[in-house]
């Protein structure tokens, strides 16, 4: 008999394994592929990888014999892969490995599964067996015998008649004790479906445990495990140890790090929402959606296998007939069903659609949602993928079916909608009547699915000269849906194949039609074309003063505005709001004051710009969140005119608000525009992570539209926040997409603000004179594309530029440009930040002098609620102080800043300020004179708990991390650190920093 033991032997099991024998059904751990593809499924699953790694270490040093761990949870939460990973170690520590589940139709089914993993070796194992022995072991497990010679019965040799089960499970027990040599690991998973002997045989071995090394792992599904299965495990003997574990939803951590570098933030959060954090959902909702527009999806649900969705393709096989027609009928109704909804449409009785239910919930296909006869199968993803994988002619029948039964009980129509539009036949202009109402209840929630319903509608509707008009309304709507999705370019090209077929009497649906178009196209860069568009069609309407005419020159001034032209942008402003005010349209009345706003405050003229602000965000604060959803537009423009006016609360609350509300309602039209301005408010703020978040999703939606000022202005804004964040590599990246659309010469307000954050951003990685190239894109050095407001910001980036290259008379021109626009400016933050361009100029000449205006540039900037260049002041003004001689504080400024940096992940900042901080250390130990002979000081001298104190202070901790990260008490620090004084013959934290910092460089 072969011989099996901890050396060379054992290496060779993987070979013991015929690669033809795996079954079709369920997922194998023999395969080494199988792990690679288990290693992003173990994701968030550190816990239980602990626990198996301590249960095999136990095993295998001799700490205990028998073992049971026991892996539980719901359908796909990542049973399987844990127990892949657990038979992969138990291999690597050359331990025997039996791995099964469930086969349908025989006895012993799990049992066999696993014997018949390593049938070779139970073949060598039972070779020395009595003729009776062997002959009761082929009778348990068939499969063996067609595989091993020694357990088929000899010519002539009579087969014993079948024994009692007992004696089966003690010859498993011998076998199992034989082949533990030098140990054993059984895994059986999915044993919720294994038959009722399997679950005797597991329930006989552990009550009466091997007397050998053996391991037995199960995994299966708590909620569909029967008594039988229960009582097995309770009734396990004192002698097995039990090592237990409920596989938990992933967080949304875990998500990430699943999905990192597969889709935006906010992709990833809505799939973990949607996943519940299950990751086998989580597996499908990747493949069905596209991380990035225009990319392909993960995959599609045909390429799933066996194991990797929730429902595995065997889990319906074993429903009874009726229960299987009860779960296709569901899965064709969608969300929560009720019995009498699905007894209609099978045409069955109540009674017997519940007791089918009761055998789905028993299976946990089923859940109980509602008290009452109120069910839902257990997942949306579980669903789709039932009715997918339902055959087609008996789906199209459920669904003409699920129809009447709806229409009967006279449901609405985006409730018929979705089985509507899976029998309509072409002519039926019942269904199109259905689709086109469906389509209008869920236009404001979900445009996606109305373009669906309004697809099928066209292809429905036929093609005739008598209703022309009726397609050509459609697809107006049908264009409104795909722009509110953010597909703009087949919205432009659907609106315009709309206008071709749309008749021009009446006037205001084709006016309204046309001023939709002129948004889409502005927003696509065609300006030329739709001022032409649109004042076409205003000398078409016969009446100037309509709300219809108000809507087409309010889409002008936009126009105008985009490229540069204030004074045209006013003027039309000012004339579409009158007729909004005398036909009291608040929508329209609160865009046309936002953009007069905008438009003044670019102008320069702040006192009017203030005046129309406030009378937008009186009426935009009055409206009501359905009033407030149709009145995004007029968020995009008084939002940015409160940061242009430096009202930044309002700012952040109506922008915070607005992407709230567009988020909820699928209008991704204009919430690229409303998501630039919430990342520059939170910048601000110093909120980077939230800002990169958001700045990230406005990309993913710019790329989407292919809106070059979108994609310019969001690409510019990420590349903003990176750099901040230190993420240099792909803030150049950003930034070299946003350059690749701005025109060499910027006029919007959009362009103006991308160029001024793209030279913030070569300014930040040290390409000065990028930086300054871009002051050709706005106009030159009067900056005269800029608005009045925020020239002062610009001014204030070419004085760090001219700084950085060493041209401080140049840097000294542009602080005086900033302080003199300032001036002509009631607003606190810019004469704050032209304060701080001018501290900084001052820094380079006679740092003294530059202690006044940094610090009231620190004061000004915070309460303008400026808080990153409120902190760029405040390392100015630690310098300063340094300078001026008082070395404690100007530390405690840098320091101070640092930390704030640090804190909210301006990783680039945070640099700047510690080596300001370590630069000043450095001096300020030299000037101090640190005495370094080997008779009074120097590190020679101190012990090593002072060297690890003063290393600690050098990286600029306080007594109190550093009494925590030591261990000690901060009493304890304080005496260290008083000897470090002493024998480094300094007087402060710097001084030791500084030193510490010296002996750094010279080893």
Same mark, same amino acid.
């Not at 089960?165 to 895994?187: D, I, M, S, T």
């Not at 567009?662 to 919430?678: C, M, N, Q």
């Given at each position: 008999?072969?011989?099996?033991?901890?050396?060379?032997?054992?290496?060779?099991?993987?070979?013991?394994?015929?690669?033809?024998?795996?079954?079709?059904?369920?997922? %194998?751990?023999?395969?080494?592929?199988?792990?690679?593809?288990?290693?992003?499924?173990?994701?968030?699953?550190?816990?239980?990888?602990?626990?198996?790694?301590?249960?095999?270490?136990?095993?295998?040093?001799?700490?205990?014999?028998?073992?049971?761990?026991?892996?539980?949870?719901?359908?796909?939460?990542?049973?399987?892969?844990?127990?892949?990973?657990?038979?992969?170690?138990?291999?690597?520590?050359?331990?025997?490995?039996?791995?099964?589940?469930?086969?349908?139709?025989?006895?012993?089914?799990v049992?066999?599964?696993?014997?018949?993993?390593?049938?070779?070796l139970?073949? *060598?194992?039972?070779?020395?067996?009595?003729?009776?022995?062997? &002959?009761?072991?082929? %009778?348990?497990?068939?499969?063996?015998?067609?595989?091993?010679?020694?357990?088929?019965?000899?010519?002539?040799?009579?087969?014993?008649?079948?024994?009692?089960?007992?004696?089966?499970?003690?010859?498993?027990?011998?076998?199992?004790?034989?082949?533990?040599?030098?140990?054993?690991?059984?895994?059986? #998973?999915?044993?919720?479906?294994?038959?009722?002997?399997?679950?005797?045989?597991?329930?006989?071995?552990?009550?009466?445990?091997?007397?050998?090394?053996?391991?037995?792992?199960?995994?299966?599904?708590? +909620?569909?495990?029967?008594?039988?299965?229960?009582?097995a495990?309770?009734?396990? &003997?004192?002698?097995?140890?039990?090592?237990?574990?409920?596989?938990?939803?992933?967080?949304?951590?875990?998500?990430?790090?699943?999905?990192?570098g597969r889709?935006?933030?906010?992709?990833?959060?809505?799939?973990?929402?949607?996943?519940?954090?299950?990751?086998?959902?989580?597996?499908?909702?990747?493949?069905?959606?596209?991380?990035?527009?225009?990319?392909?999806a993960?995959?599609?649900?045909? *390429?799933?296998?066996?194991?990797?969705?929730?429902?595995?393709?065997?889990?319906?096989?074993?429903?009874?007939?009726?229960a299987?027609?009860?779960?296709?009928?569901?899965?064709?109704?969608?969300?929560? @069903?009720?019995t009498? $909804?699905?007894?209609?449409?099978?045409?069955?009785? /109540?009674?017997?659609?519940?007791?089918?239910?009761?055998?789905?919930?028993?299976?946990?296909?089923?859940?109980?949602?509602?008290?009452?006869?109120?069910?839902?199968?257990?997942?949306?993803?579980?669903?789709?993928l039932?009715?997918?994988?339902?055959?087609?002619?008996?789906?199209?029948?459920?669904?003409?079916?699920?129809?009447?039964?709806?229409?009967?009980?006279?449901?609405?129509?985006?409730?018929?909608a979705?089985?509507?539009?899976?029998?309509?036949?072409?002519?039926?202009?019942?269904?199109?009547?259905?689709?086109e109402?469906?389509?209008?209840?869920?236009?404001?929630?979900?445009?996606?699915?109305?373009?669906v319903?309004?697809?099928?509608?066209?292809?429905?509707? =036929?093609?005739?000269?008598?209703?022309?008009? %009726?397609?050509?309304?459609?697809?107006?709507?049908?264009?409104?849906?795909?722009? !509110? &999705?953010?597909?703009?370019?087949?919205?432009?090209? !659907?609106?315009?194949?709309a206008?071709?077929?749309?008749?021009?009497?009446?006037?205001?649906?084709?006016?309204?039609?046309?001023?939709?178009?002129?948004?889409?196209?502005?927003?696509?860069?065609?300006?030329?074309?739709?001022?032409?568009?649109? +004042?076409a /069609?205003?000398?078409?309407?016969?009446?100037?003063?309509?709300?219809?005419?108000?809507?087409?020159? @309010?889409?002008?001034?936009?126009n105008?505005?985009?490229?540069? #032209?204030?004074?045209?942008?006013?003027?039309?402003?000012?004339?579409?709001?009158?007729?909004?005010?005398?036909?009291?349209l608040?929508?329209?009345?609160?865009?046309?004051?936002?953009?007069?706003?905008?438009? +003044?405050?670019?102008?320069?003229?702040?006192?009017?710009?203030?005046?129309?602000?406030?009378?937008?965000?009186?009426? $935009?604060?009055?409206?009501?969140?359905?009033?407030?959803?149709?009145?995004? !537009?007029?968020?995009?423009?008084?939002?940015?005119?409160?940061?242009?006016?430096?009202?930044? #609360?309002?700012?952040?609350?109506?922008?915070?608000k607005?992407?709230?509300?567009?988020?909820?309602?699928?209008?991704? $039209?204009?919430?690229?525009?409303?998501?630039?301005?919430?990342? @520059?408010?939170?910048?601000?703020?110093?909120?980077?992570?939230?800002?990169r978040?958001?700045?990230?999703?406005?990309?993913?939606?710019?790329?989407?539209?292919?809106s070059?000022?979108?994609?310019?202005?969001?690409?510019?804004?990420?590349?903003?926040?990176?750099?901040?964040?230190?993420?240099?590599?792909?803030?150049l990246?950003?930034?070299?997409?946003?350059?690749?659309? !701005?025109?060499?010469?910027?006029s919007?307000?959009?362009?103006?603000?991308?160029?001024?954050?793209?030279?913030?951003?070569?300014?930040?990685?040290?390409?000065?004179?990028?930086?300054?190239?871009?002051?050709?894109?706005?106009?030159? =050095?009067?900056?005269?594309?800029?608005?009045?407001?925020?020239?002062?910001?610009?001014?204030?980036?070419?004085?760090?530029?001219?700084?950085?290259?060493?041209?401080?008379d140049?840097?000294?021109?542009?602080?005086?440009?900033?302080?003199?626009?300032?001036?002509?400016?009631?607003?606190?933050?810019?004469?704050?930040l032209?304060?701080?361009?001018?501290?900084?100029?001052?820094?380079?000449?006679?740092?003294?002098?530059?202690?006044?205006?940094?610090?009231?540039?620190?004061?000004?900037?915070?309460?303008?609620?400026?808080?990153?260049?409120?902190?760029?002041?405040?390392?100015?003004?630690?310098?300063?102080?340094?300078?001026?001689?008082?070395h *404690?504080?100007?530390?405690?400024?840098?320091?101070?800043?640092?930390?704030?940096?640090?804190?909210?992940?301006?990783?680039t900042?945070?640099?700047?300020?510690?080596?300001?901080?370590?630069?000043?250390?450095?001096?300020?130990?030299?000037?101090?004179?640190?005495?370094?002979?080997t008779?009074?000081?120097?590190?020679?001298?101190?012990?090593?708990?002072?060297? /690890?104190?003063?290393?600690?202070v050098?990286?600029?901790?306080?007594?109190?991390?550093?009494? +925590?990260?030591?261990?000690?008490?901060?009493?304890?620090?304080?005496?260290?650190?008083?000897?470090?004084?002493?024998?480094?013959?300094?007087?402060?934290?710097?001084?030791?920093?500084?030193?510490?910092?010296?002996?750094?460089?010279?080893?």
């Amino acid at each position: 008999m072969r011989t099996v033991g901890w050396g060379k032997g054992l290496g060779t099991l993987d070979d013991l394994s015929i690669s033809g024998l795996d079954r079709p059904r369920g997922t %194998r751990f023999t395969n080494r592929t199988n792990r690679k593809r288990w290693t992003g499924q173990l994701v968030g699953r550190e816990y239980e990888l602990g626990l198996i790694t301590r249960s095999l270490d136990n095993l295998t040093n001799g700490a205990a014999d028998s073992q049971l761990v026991e892996l539980t949870g719901d359908a796909g939460i990542g049973k399987t892969a844990v127990l892949g990973e657990l038979v992969a170690q138990a291999r690597s520590r050359h331990a025997v490995v039996l791995a099964g589940r469930p086969l349908r139709g025989t006895g012993y089914g799990v049992w066999a599964d696993a014997f018949d993993d390593q049938h070779r070796l139970v073949g *060598d194992v039972v070779a020395s067996w009595s003729v009776l022995e062997r &002959s009761e072991l082929a %009778r348990l497990f068939p499969g063996l015998a067609a595989h091993e010679q020694v357990l088929r019965p000899e010519p002539g040799v009579e087969v014993p008649l079948p024994r009692p089960a007992p004696v089966g499970h003690r010859l498993v027990r011998e076998l199992l004790e034989r082949l533990a040599v030098p140990a054993l690991v059984v895994v059986l #998973d999915d044993v919720h479906a294994a038959d009722p002997a399997s679950i005797d045989l597991l329930g006989s071995l552990l009550r009466r445990p091997p007397s050998a090394p053996v391991m037995i792992a199960v995994g299966y599904r708590d +909620r569909q495990a029967d008594a039988r299965l229960r009582e097995a495990i309770a009734g396990r &003997s004192r002698q097995v140890t039990v090592s237990s574990a409920r596989l938990a939803p992933l967080t949304e951590q875990d998500t990430a790090r699943l999905l990192a570098g597969r889709g935006t933030a906010s992709w990833t959060q809505q799939l973990h929402a949607e996943s519940e954090g299950n990751p086998a959902y989580l597996k499908v909702l990747a493949a069905e959606r596209a991380a990035f527009p225009g990319g392909p999806a993960g995959g599609q649900l045909d *390429d799933l296998r066996p194991g990797d969705a929730p429902v595995f393709f065997d889990e319906l096989e074993c429903l009874s007939p009726g229960a299987r027609a009860v779960v296709e009928a569901a899965a064709v109704l969608g969300d929560v @069903f009720d019995t009498a $909804l699905v007894a209609r449409m099978l045409q069955r009785r /109540e009674d017997g659609v519940l007791a089918s239910i009761g055998e789905l919930i028993r299976h946990d296909l089923v859940r109980p949602v509602v008290s009452g006869q109120y069910f839902a199968l257990r997942h949306p993803v579980v669903a789709r993928l039932i009715r997918d994988t339902t055959e087609l002619s008996q789906r199209v029948r459920l669904h003409t079916t699920a129809d009447a039964a709806l229409q009967a009980r006279d449901a609405a129509p985006a409730a018929r909608a979705p089985h509507v539009e899976q029998w309509a036949r072409y002519g039926d202009l019942d269904a199109v009547e259905v689709l086109e109402a469906a389509a209008a209840s869920v236009m404001g929630t979900d445009p996606t699915r109305a373009a669906v319903w309004l697809r099928t509608a066209l292809r429905v509707l =036929p093609q005739t000269a008598d209703l022309a008009g %009726r397609r050509a309304e459609m697809l107006v709507r049908l264009a409104k849906a795909r722009g !509110t &999705s953010g597909y703009l370019r087949e919205c432009r090209d !659907t609106m315009h194949e709309a206008l071709r077929h749309l008749p021009a009497e009446p006037r205001v649906p084709h006016a309204r039609a046309v001023a939709f178009t002129a948004l889409v196209q502005r927003l696509l860069g065609a300006h030329a074309e739709t001022d032409a568009l649109v +004042r076409a /069609e205003i000398e078409a309407l016969d009446a100037p003063e309509t709300p219809a005419c108000a809507q087409l020159q @309010f889409e002008l001034a936009c126009n105008a505005l985009s490229r540069g #032209d204030t004074a045209g942008c006013q003027e039309l402003a000012t004339q579409a709001l009158g007729v909004a005010v005398q036909h009291a349209l608040n929508p329209l009345r609160a865009s046309c004051l936002g953009l007069l706003a905008m438009a +003044r405050a670019t102008a320069g003229d702040i006192a009017q710009a203030r005046e129309a602000l406030r009378g937008a965000t009186t009426l $935009l604060d009055a409206m009501l969140d359905g009033e407030f959803a149709h009145s995004l !537009t007029a968020v995009v423009w008084i939002g940015w005119s409160e940061v242009i006016l430096e009202q930044r #609360d309002d700012a952040f609350r109506h922008f915070d608000k607005a992407v709230e509300v567009a988020t909820r309602g699928e209008s991704w $039209l204009v919430l690229p525009h409303l998501l630039v301005g919430y990342v @520059f408010v939170l910048r601000n703020r110093g909120r980077l992570r939230e800002a990169r978040t958001a700045a990230e999703h406005a990309v993913h939606l710019a790329e989407k539209s292919r809106s070059p000022e979108q994609l310019t202005s969001a690409h510019s804004m990420l590349a903003w926040i990176d750099v901040a964040l230190g993420e240099t590599d792909q803030a150049l990246e950003s930034a070299m997409v946003a350059t690749d659309n !701005t025109r060499e010469s910027a006029s919007g307000w959009c362009e103006v603000l991308a160029v001024r954050m793209l030279a913030e951003v070569h300014l930040m990685t040290r390409n000065h004179e990028e930086c300054l190239a871009m002051v050709a894109a706005a106009g030159g =050095p009067d900056l005269p594309a800029a608005d009045a407001c925020t020239r002062v910001a610009w001014y204030e980036i070419l004085t760090r530029a001219e700084l950085l290259a060493g041209r401080h008379d140049a840097a000294a021109a542009w602080a005086e440009r900033a302080r003199a626009t300032a001036a002509d400016l009631d607003q606190p933050g810019r004469i704050a930040l032209a304060q701080l361009a001018t501290a900084q100029v001052d820094a380079t000449r006679c740092p003294r002098a530059a202690v006044d205006d940094a610090r009231a540039a620190l004061l000004g900037l915070e309460e303008s609620g400026m808080a990153v260049d409120a902190l760029r002041a405040r390392i100015v003004l630690g310098t300063a102080l340094w300078h001026q001689g008082e070395h *404690d504080e100007g530390m405690r400024e840098l320091k101070t800043a640092e930390t704030a940096f640090t804190q909210m992940g301006a990783q680039t900042l945070a640099r700047a300020a510690r080596t300001e901080r370590r630069r000043l250390a450095a001096k300020t130990a030299t000037v101090r004179g640190p005495r370094t002979d080997t008779t009074t000081g120097g590190t020679a001298t101190l012990t090593g708990r002072e060297r /690890e104190v003063a290393t600690l202070v050098g990286e600029g901790m306080t007594n109190r991390l550093i009494a +925590r990260k030591l261990h000690i008490a901060e009493k304890t620090v304080e005496m260290h650190l008083s000897n470090v004084f002493a024998k480094l013959g300094v007087t402060s934290r710097s001084g030791v920093a500084a030193y510490m910092t010296r002996q750094g460089a010279t080893t």
